[in-house]
């Protein structure tokens, strides 16, 4: 069974950082893809940041130029830098991983950015 356990969530004042990671585990090959996604309260969840296997990366607008992702693919993990935090990115981040789809997903981390 994969497991995807996200850590590094927490209260932060508006430009501060943070730094998430996703931790896989379980009985797994290397995933194509692992990824950062998050929903906010009363929004749909919504891609923050994705990267392949291979190291190439996709941004979603909103977190272009603050927001840096990496993966460790000895590790299976997958990390997320935050920058200049904004109050608009309080949300539940959600790890995701998977061999063509998103197969599977951790059960979030709470970021809450404070003005």
């Known amino acids: 069974q994969v497991q995807l356990v996200e850590s590094g969530g927490g209260l932060v004042q508006a430009g501060g950082s943070l730094r998430l990671s996703c931790a896989a585990s379980?009985?797994?090959?290397?995933?194509?893809?692992m990824g950062w996604y998050r929903q906010a309260p009363g929004k749909q969840r919504e891609l923050v940041a994705v990267?392949?296997?291979?190291?190439?990366?996709n941004y979603a607008d909103s977190a272009k130029g603050r927001f840096t992702i990496s993966r460790d693919n000895a590790k299976n993990t997958v990390y997320l830098q935050m920058n200049s935090l904004k109050p608009e990115d309080t949300a539940v981040y959600y790890c995701?991983?998977?061999?063509?789809?998103?197969?599977?997903w951790g059960k979030g981390t709470l970021v809450t950015v404070s003005s």
């Open positions: 990267i392949t296997s291979g190291g190439s990366t």
């Open positions: 379980g009985t797994i090959f290397r995933f194509n893809a």
């Open positions: 995701a991983a998977g061999y063509g789809s998103m197969n599977y």
